[in-house]
């Protein structure tokens, strides 16, 4: 049976325990990924390969880490013209919305008289993208990754991904890459290929900043790496809530509520709704469309929605408040909105990954091509970081320049403040100040 809760009568426990959702399992693998991070830390590319070999089931040579040009060029033409149409669609949208995030390279404002001061914005000049493939292959979080990297103007690029059964890159997730100029492709994954990204091996560079989405073990050991190297918003294992009052379609509802039921056992997929008639309608809908899932994307969903440790489920609220209430506390990473006036209800959300309004915005369409980003911040991270963007790539410096005149309005201030706090040097540094001798302080 799908799980169902009514959110007024749920123990604390249970609500303590869907609120951190996959957060769990990532902790429960933290110490087994330690040893991986450490060894490749330590042994570099030799540990790489036996655990591409132990984890993957490929063995590879050193040589074979990096993908070669010939196998770029060789994707092109593997690739079936259909699936080309949809990426090219696909990636064209994600760099359109992208390209609009751009902010100015710097700006300025006088904050008073003499006092210039503004940012000057940047690209990361190291940037590594991880692209999983465990549970199948995602040329969708390559582009989704590549394009705001690319457009923000990062010089070296990396992508490191895991090989698939017989050591290949799928053809799509290279062509995407391609199309999106990035070219340095690693296949290598989990823990051991974000240790190689952070602290650099014989083959691997290492770089500024990872980023990108992962099962448990990826996710795990980036937040071992905290410190180490720059670790991006925490996006690990996939969840959606639906929010929908009585206009919403149980039959879409129930389709919706597998999209990211079906990634893998550790997602989360909520349908929050103060509608009886629907919440019923729905559970009934669901094990037939379960069932008819192929083998494995059915144990997933199964998992999620239906097994005692599943994090998915149907909740009744008493009204839309609290259903609004309880999204906001649960800051879902994808959040579809299917009631009557979602525009409305918009104003009142206020923590989510993204917002997926009305019946014709599934969140697969957002996963793959309106051009909004679909790598999210993950186990209830929404309710501080947003939507990767081409700001992860970019940073941002701030500059200012005072002339004589503003020079002379602070000096004062400068002194009291740097007393007060007792430093000295601070304060004898606007003292006596030779600044009229100085042509670069003018007007
Ligand atoms: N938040 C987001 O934006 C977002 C986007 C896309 C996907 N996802 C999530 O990313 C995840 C992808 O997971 P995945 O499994 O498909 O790919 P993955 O690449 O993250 O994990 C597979 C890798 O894990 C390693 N591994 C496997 N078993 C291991 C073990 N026992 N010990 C240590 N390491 C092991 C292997 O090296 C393998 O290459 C899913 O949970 C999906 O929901 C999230
Ligand atoms: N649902 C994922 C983000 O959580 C994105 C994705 C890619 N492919 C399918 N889904
Ligand atoms: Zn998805």
Redesign the pocket.
């Known amino acids: 049976m799908v799980h169902f809760y009514e959110l007024a009568t749920m123990d604390a426990a249970q609500r303590r325990r869907l609120l951190r959702r996959?957060e769990l399992r990532i902790e429960e693998?933290t110490e087994?990924?330690r040893p991986?991070v450490e060894d490749v830390r330590t042994r570099g590319d030799a540990a790489l390969l036996e655990?591409?070999a132990?984890?993957?089931g490929v063995e590879l040579s050193a040589e074979r880490l990096r993908v070669s040009a010939e196998e770029i060029e060789r994707a092109h033409h593997q690739l079936d013209s259909r699936m080309r149409a949809a990426l090219e669609q696909a990636i064209r949208n994600v760099k359109a919305f992208h390209q609009r995030q751009l902010p100015h390279e710097q700006w300025y404002t006088q904050v008073m008289p003499g006092v210039m001061a503004g940012e000057l914005v940047t690209p990361i000049s190291s940037v590594g993208l991880?692209?999983?493939?465990?549970?199948?292959a995602?040329p969708?979080?390559m582009y989704?990754l590549a394009a705001p990297a690319s457009i923000a103007g990062v010089a070296r690029i990396v992508v490191c991904?895991?090989?698939g059964p017989s050591g290949e890159i799928d053809a799509a997730s290279l062509v995407a890459a391609d199309l999106c100029g990035v070219h340095e492709i690693y296949r290598?994954?989990?823990?051991?290929?974000i240790a190689a990204l952070a602290y650099g091996t014989e083959t691997i560079p290492r770089v500024h900043k990872i980023t990108?989405?992962?099962?448990?073990?990826?996710a795990a050991a980036k937040r071992l790496l905290y410190g180490v190297v720059d670790v991006g918003l925490p996006?690990?294992?996939?969840?959606a809530i639906l929010l929908a009052d009585d206009s919403a379609d149980p039959e879409l509802v129930a389709r919706d509520l597998l999209i990211?039921a079906e990634?893998?056992p550790?997602?989360s997929s909520l349908l929050v709704t103060p509608a009886r008639p629907l919440a019923e309608a729905v559970r009934q809908l669901l094990p037939a469309k379960i069932a008819a899932l192929p083998e494995w994307r059915r144990a997933f969903c199964r998992a999620v929605l239906e097994e005692e440790k599943g994090t998915g489920g149907i909740i009744l609220t008493r009204d839309m408040e609290e259903a609004v209430a309880f999204v906001n506390e649960y800051a879902p990473?994808h959040l579809e909105v299917q009631v009557r006036e979602p525009f409305a209800l918009l104003t009142q959300l206020r923590n989510a990954?993204e917002i997926l309004l009305g019946p014709a915005t599934p969140i697969c369409l957002g996963?793959y091509c309106i051009g909004t980003n679909?790598?999210?911040?993950?186990g209830g991270f929404a309710h501080t970081f947003s939507a990767?963007s081409v700001h992860d790539f970019l940073k941002r410096t701030g500059v200012a320049y005072v002339t004589a005149t503003g020079y002379r309005a602070l000096e004062e201030t400068t002194r009291m403040l740097a007393e007060f706090e007792g430093f000295p040097a601070h304060a004898a540094a606007v003292s006596e100040r030779p600044l009229a001798t100085w042509p670069e302080a003018r007007e």
Do not use: C, W
């Open positions: 996959a693998v087994r990924v991986i655990y591409t132990r984890f993957d991880y692209v999983p493939r465990g549970k199948g995602f969708s979080v989704m991904t895991p090989p290598v994954g989990g823990a051991q290929a990108g989405p992962g099962s448990g073990y990826v996006a690990g294992p996939s969840e990211e990634h893998g550790d997602s990473e990954g996963n679909a790598i999210l911040p993950t990767t």
